[in-house]
């Protein structure tokens, strides 16, 4: 369980920490910053700004299986021909 006392991890957020030591919007702040590639998730806990996460890394591999899974899915509906909507 989360700790949901715990305060956001960026310096003057007063937001209670949500995922990785960080609220909902530092974190979809600092996805956003990964994803540009400024900065990476190993980077931002060597700068404290965010704390590693067994529950995400394990949440991570479901979300990419069941990614893979579907784009498979739909790979071979296609290119079965079957229809892949209504
Ligand atoms: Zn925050």
């Not at 989360?2 to 530092?26: F, I, N, V």
């Not at 590693?52 to 890394?57: E, G, H, I, L």
């Amino acid at each position: 369980m989360p700790d949901l006392t715990e305060k956001c991890l960026t310096p003057r957020c007063s937001q209670l920490a949500r995922t990785r030591g960080l609220c909902a919007r530092c974190y979809t702040a600092a996805a956003n910053a990964i994803s540009k590639g400024q900065v990476t998730w190993e980077k931002l806990e060597e700068l404290g700004l965010s704390k590693a996460s067994q529950r995400d890394k394990g949440h991570a591999a479901l979300f990419q299986n069941a990614l893979q899974e579907a784009l498979q899915g739909e790979a071979n509906a296609k290119a079965l021909g079957w229809p892949t909507g209504k």
